[in-house]
């Protein structure tokens, strides 16, 4: 089992698992609240990572989604807070709400070229056979890019499914950057 990380006194990360694609999963504390940075890849990942929060004493008050990939947002049901993403990661989660995520239904989407072999085995490994899939559709959207004013440390996040954010270090401030 992963356990929380900590990379600085204000950000906290859920390791990723190759086997079944888990990707990482972060918070960004402020002063006054917690971000979220992506879902997860099933209801247990999410599960999980709140879980392991829990027990640092650290509860999300919104959570961003870098990008509508299945690996970052099946967990997305189990995130009690409201949701963010940009347009068009609204618009293919609206998509991704119509499909069927059935053993026939992933492989031909393998055959079709329109999902790779590793992502097909990671849902089938990760999932079971509970394939029961519900993705809400994310509450907030932006076009170009936003900030969400966690207290004294803005958090910004653009098109280019980047997240930047100011760090408090002793003495100094430094700018980091966080790809999905």
């Not at 600085?8 to 694609?21: F, G, H, K, M, W």
């Amino acid at each position: 089992m992963r356990t929380l990380q900590h990379l600085s006194a204000r950000i906290s990360y859920l390791p990723p698992y190759a086997e079944t694609d888990r990707p990482v999963l972060a918070a960004v504390r402020g002063e006054d609240q917690t971000l979220l940075i992506d879902a997860g890849n099933s209801s247990a990942h999410a599960q999980l990572f709140l879980r392991e929060l829990n027990n640092h004493h650290i509860q999300g008050d919104w959570l961003v989604l870098t990008h509508w990939h299945w690996d970052h947002v099946f967990g997305m049901k189990d995130m009690p807070m409201p949701v963010i993403s940009h347009r068009l990661t609204y618009d293919k989660i609206k998509e991704m709400q119509q499909l069927s995520w059935e053993d026939a239904d992933l492989d031909q989407c393998v055959q079709e070229g329109t999902e790779i072999p590793f992502c097909v085995e990671a849902i089938k490994k990760e999932l079971g056979g509970n394939r029961d899939i519900f993705i809400p559709a994310p509450a907030l959207t932006f076009d170009t890019a936003m900030t969400i004013h966690l207290g004294e440390y803005p958090v910004r996040s653009n098109t280019l499914a980047v997240i930047t954010l100011r760090i408090h270090v002793p003495s100094m401030c430094q700018r980091k950057r966080f790809f999905s």
